[in-house]
């Protein structure tokens, strides 16, 4: 590994060409959410839609900041922001995808999201080559791509993470698994104890499915990519991959290793669970690394939040090294904005190197699609030092996610029925059987 490279993944920035494993239209005319014109006198107001509804901590903190600089050095430019939970958020970006969109939209750079929005035609062109001086990670942009043309940026590089609190585990004498019996034999040790294992946010799905990605990394090794991308083709997950994955994770619900009610509970539940000492771990990515940050937290449990991925099956081809990321979210503009121009140059104003990937490491977002070399401070938490350790150290990286590799119908279908196969109310059979069909 040559120098350039390990410093980049030693900042915890990665990922080139991860979004390859998994396989410019015309403008909309509608403009109901989007400005009309700028006003005579030269003040120009951009709406910004927003999946992150938290403006105090964690990534909304952070454009919440570059939001308030960029009002200050524009004094001519007014932001207003609609921010909502992600789940809602992509109930109303296809009502907006309809009706006219906001100026500056949070996307998501993987086909299950992004290919059906650009034949919409609903996102504006970029000009890659103004970002070619911005540190983008090789790789990064090509899920935000189309026909080698470029209509979004992207926001983290994530990593499927389970978070865990270093002083319950030491108060109770538990140790980190290193292999899948050891963590079920730990599901077993701390439901002993009366504490839920793990939070989930079983109740929207996808991070069941992100969950399951880790699990697949650890069974199919480096063959995750092309195993998930020829099941989507062949629209036939019936694999001895895939069939084991979805196996270990029904095992697990079997255990005990969610909370009760997992399936029909949401994001903040999970956190806080966790959050508040009622479940030792919680599986979720990178991007709530600030978590160790967060005042709103307990200050006992949130110096003492860690993290570690999914641990090596016996018998699979992922090692412990081995690790499911991908670059995530990210942003774009609407190709009908009547005041594109300035949503273009807000929206390259908070890629600037010292703007989003800056106050993103200083206040322990996670990791950027961009080189943080330079913002090592030396503050940083014990949980951002683990998971640059667990990005410098990986011998593989998933790319995007299972139930992102697929068209629109397959991710709805897999986030939908993937509570049904981890309860027991659907067999492992039925549950592959429908997410084949929604393939074809």
Do not use: H
Not at 316 to 321: S, T, V
Request: charged content about 20%; glycine content about 10%.
């Amino acid at each position: 590994m040559n120098k350039r490279v390990l410093a980049l993944l030693m900042t915890g920035v990665m990922l080139a060409g991860v979004l390859t494993g998994c396989g410019g239209s015309s403008a909309g005319s509608n403009q109901s959410a989007s400005n009309t014109e700028a006003s005579a006198d030269g003040e120009v107001t951009l709406k910004v839609f927003s999946n992150l509804p938290d403006r105090k901590n964690g990534q909304g903190l952070v454009e919440q900041m570059i939001i308030d600089d960029y009002m200050a050095e524009n004094p001519n430019v007014k932001i207003e922001v609609e921010a909502l939970d992600e789940e809602a958020y992509k109930t109303k970006f296809k009502a907006y995808a309809m009706d006219g969109m906001p100026d500056v939209v949070s996307i998501w750079g993987q086909p299950s999201f992004l290919d059906e929005v650009l034949d919409a035609g609903v996102l504006a062109e970029l000009n890659e080559d103004d970002y070619k001086d911005y540190g983008f990670i090789a790789g990064s942009l090509e899920g935000f791509k189309k026909d080698g043309k470029l209509y979004g940026l992207p926001r983290n590089t994530d990593v499927q993470l389970i978070y865990y609190n270093q002083k319950m585990f030491d108060d109770n004498g538990w140790s980190v698994p290193t292999t899948y019996d050891e963590l079920l034999k730990l599901v077993g040790d701390i439901k002993a104890a009366g504490i839920a294992p793990i939070a989930m946010d079983g109740g929207d799905g996808w991070p069941m499915a992100t969950f399951l990605t880790d699990i697949m990394v650890k069974v199919a090794g480096t063959d995750y990519a092309k195993s998930v991308s020829d099941s989507v083709a062949a629209g036939n997950f019936d694999t001895p991959e895939f069939k084991q994955s979805v196996e270990v994770l029904k095992q697990l619900v079997d255990a005990g290793a969610f909370q009760t009610g997992y399936d029909a509970q949401d994001y903040g539940t999970a956190m806080n669970l966790f959050t508040n000492g009622q479940a030792a771990m919680f599986a979720m990515g990178s991007w709530e690394c600030s978590m160790a940050k967060n005042e709103d937290i307990p200050e006992d449990i949130r110096t003492n939040i860690r993290a570690f991925t999914f641990p090596v099956i016996v018998g699979g081809k992922g090692g412990a090294n081995d690790i499911a990321a991908w670059n995530g979210g990210g942003y774009a503009v609407a190709a009908d904005s009547a005041v594109k121009d300035e949503a273009i140059k807000f929206l390259n104003y908070m890629y600037q190197p010292d703007k989003l990937s800056k106050y993103g490491w200083e206040n322990g977002v996670g990791m950027s699609a961009q080189d943080q070399t330079s913002y090592l401070t030396g503050d940083e938490t014990e949980l951002q030092l683990s998971v640059m350790d667990m990005v410098k150290n990986a011998t593989s990286v998933s790319g995007t996610p299972i139930n992102d590799c697929g068209p629109a119908t397959f991710k709805t279908v897999m986030e939908s029925e993937i509570q049904g196969v981890s309860n027991g109310s659907e067999s492992i059979d039925d549950f592959i059987k429908a997410i084949g069909e929604a393939c074809k």
